[in-house]
């Protein structure tokens, strides 16, 4: 009703005055970071190649939002922090959501789509969808670098996300100890750009389907780039034959693997344990001597040639021999690489996978890529590439625009906090709009050369 009371907040008086709240500021928006993300799609065309990937299967008469409208909303909203499909529901009106969908800001008949849309959406697409989808991923990967480059990592890895009630394909697995769905992430190890990602079920993967996974991203790459070295790298589950032989077919391509001790390695490891217990010794007895603290822990490294019985060869395993006060801690990995000595390629090239672990936290912690709460698995696929393209758009921003800034290598989080969640009244005259941000703005300056930067580079010519 018209002339029903508005619902105010109450606060406690400060300085002699009532403080009370409502809801009717009018174009008001907090999301000022989703017309930074309209810039940044320009720059790279991602939302317009994963809208192409898509059959639209709609009536024509029917249709009030094209697929790039929807996506480009969903992705924004879940770059900005609104992870629910119902969160459409309230900003489908919002002001900065609607110019970023190039939609006059404060006409009424021009809502953007809500909810039930984009249930409608998620649960129908098709498996060949979802496949178009994640190649377009990779497309989109090959179309970030100018030229080809020399060597690119790919870090493979799974993460939990659990599951809830009956969804289609949630199994329990035991490592994990609940009934979840088990993504596969690929990352270019060496930037944190984003390849591709694969929701799969819960269980646990074998190394056919692997290295099935990996072979369509070699072949789509090497279609771009015959000539790059690639280099395949994950943990101890990765270690297996099928792996192992897609590289061996490519000679422009190598493995990083970590790998379980067992019965026939371990034992290969006990005299270079041996001498780190002896020098572990020694060095704590020099340390207490000198009444200094003992050292936490004293690695030695070495080499030994090995074949599991369902390896096609020997390869070259890297013995790690650590030894701290709460024991010894052995570890392997094996590789294809022959030219980094033991300790610098466990220590610098194996180590650093342990960044993939952080791009995975990004994309599920800060941009909920773990919310697929829909019964179908489809649409689960479909929620999880919303947050992947949201941290593509974000990566890009931090990459090309946000470069020699502090906030150049921030988490997504960090960027939503101090340049998205920005409050900005909107003012749409006939012929212009204004966008009016706080006047005590910490990132004035910031902000000047982000949207500088964007509103001078030219979309990129799609092929």
Partial sequence: MSDSIPTQLRFPTVAGFTVRADFEGGAVSSDFGALL??????QTG????????????????????SLADLLRQRIFQTACGYADGNDANSLRHDPVFKLAAERAPLDADNALASGPTFSRLENGVSRKDIYRLARAFVDAFIASYTTPPAVIVLDMDHSEDRTHGQQELAFYNHHYGSHC??????????????????????????????????????????????????????DGHFA??????????????????????????????????????????????????????????????????YQAGSWPKAYRVVLKAEVMGLGDNPRFVVTSLA?????????DLYCARGQDENFIKAVKNDLASDRTADHAFLANHLRLFYACAAYSLIHSLREHTL?????????????????????????????????????????????????????????????
């Fill in 37 to 42: 993300l309209q810039g940044v799609d320009r």
């Fill in 46 to 65: 991602l939302i317009a190649r994963l809208a192409s990937a898509i059959q639209d299967r709609r009536h024509p008469s029917y249709i009030a939002h």
């Fill in 181 to 234: 769905y088990l993504p596969l992430f690929l990352f270019e190890g060496l930037s944190g750009k984003f390849i591709t990602a694969v929701l799969r079920p819960g269980k646990r993967p074998t190394g056919r389907e692997n290295a099935a996974i990996l072979q369509r991203v070699v072949r789509r790459l090497r279609q771009a780039w015959p000539d790059t070295h690639l280099v395949l790298r994950g």
């Fill in 240 to 305: 297996n034959p099928e792996l192992m032989a897609l590289c061996e077919a490519d000679a422009r391509m190598d493995f990083l693997f970590g790998l379980a001790g067992n019965q026939v390695l371990t034992p290969k490891a006990e005299p270079l344990l041996a001498k780190t217990r002896a020098l572990h010794a020694q060095r704590c007895d020099f340390a207490r001597r000198a009444e200094q603290p003992e050292p936490a822990a004293t690695r030695l490294y070495d080499e030994v040639a």
């Fill in 339 to 347: 030219d980094p000595t033991p300790e610098a390629l466990y220590r």
């Fill in 403 to 463: 470069c020699h800034t502090e906030l150049a290598k921030a988490q997504p989080m960090t960027l939503i906090l101090k340049l998205f969640k920005l409050a900005v009244r909107v003012v749409q005259y006939k012929d212009r709009i204004k966008l009016h941000l706080p006047s005590a703005c910490p990132v004035k300056a910031l902000l000047h050369r982000v949207t500088e930067i964007l509103y001078l580079v030219r979309p990129p010519a799609m092929a």
